[in-house]
């Protein structure tokens, strides 16, 4: 297998989307998904399902609250998923929390659980 068509690594994943909402580049970020993807984030009260829901989340939760995420900390726990510790900042302040993630096996992101603090 050569390394273009190499399995995502989900941390690889999850750091581009982040990387994406940091540059408010939201094109890019819903790139990193499946179209029947799921946000599921208790601390808004609210489950985004498919693009128009990732699309949703994106907007009110990073680009409307201005919010930076930097990964403090990783874990593996299967080759399709990632859980990533994230110090959050933006208009609402600061947060803690993680994002579980799970990848397809061609990339792109089939759900994102998050945990904040």
């Known amino acids: 297998m050569t ?3 190499a399995p ?5 994943v999850a750091r581009a989307f982040l ?3 940091n540059a408010f580049d ?3 970020a819903l790139r990193c998904f499946r179209p029947e993807a799921v946000i599921d984030d208790p601390s808004t009260g609210e489950t985004f399902d498919g693009m128009a829901g990732v699309r949703d989340y994106v ?3 990073f680009v409307g609250y201005r919010t ?9 726990p299967a080759r399709d998923r990632a859980r990533l510790r994230v110090d959050f900042t933006g208009d609402f302040g600061h947060e803690i929390g993680w994002l579980d ?3 397809d096996a061609d990339g792109r992101i089939l759900r994102i ?5």
Not at 113 to 117: K, T
């Open 19 to 21: 990387a994406a909402t």
């Open 26 to 28: 939201i094109e890019a």
């Open 59 to 61: 907007m009110r939760f």
């Open 8 to 12: 995502s690594r989900p941390e690889s």
């Open 113 to 117: 659980d998050a945990d904040l603090e």
């Open 68 to 76: 930076c995420s930097r990964v403090i900390a990783v874990q593996r």
């Open 3 to 5: 390394p273009e068509n």
């Open 101 to 103: 993630v799970a990848i």
